[in-house]
């Protein structure tokens, strides 16, 4: 019971929640930039290097016979995974960057002047130190 018990409490805690929706977030923005790449950077890449579609790139170690498939090392798509990459990192770069852009604007804001009031008593802690 006291495993039980433990496991719920665990299980309900803020960060695991927040966790848990962070990588739903995350899988999906993964599925976005992948969409981003394939279907919009890709293609003009590929024209610019002369037509070459990235995700087709392969060496054929072994061709197809009857009842086996051919054994290929598919180096374009690690090109593609490798594209992705490097998107979904500068994406996230930016994103911190922003955030901590956002974070220094905070920390960087003066403090309000104290008010009449607060000038006022800081006098008379002052003139009552004095005496």
């Known amino acids: 019971m ?5 496991f719920k409490e665990f299980a309900v805690k803020g ?3 927040d966790m848990a929706v962070g990588i739903i977030i995350g899988v ?3 599925k976005v930039v992948s969409s981003v790449v394939s279907d ?6 590929g024209l610019l290097v002369g ?8 060496i054929t170690l072994k061709a197809a016979s009857e009842g086996t498939e051919a054994v290929v ?3 374009g798509k690690f090109i593609q995974t490798i594209i992705d990459f490097t998107i979904i990192a500068f994406a996230i770069f930016m994103m911190i ?3 901590n852009s956002l974070k220094r604007q905070e920390e ?18 002052d003139l009552l130190k004095q005496k």
């Open 28 to 30: 999906a923005f993964g």
């Open 51 to 58: 037509g070459i579609d990235f995700s087709k790139l392969a």
């Open 97 to 99: 960057k922003a955030i």
């Open 15 to 17: 960060n695991v929640i």
């Open 40 to 45: 919009i950077i890709m293609p003009p890449i």
């Open 73 to 75: 090392i598919s180096y």
């Open 108 to 125: 960087a804001k003066p403090e309000p002047a104290p008010t009449k009031e607060v000038l006022l008593l800081t006098e008379i802690r």
């Open 2 to 6: 006291k495993l039980l018990k433990e």
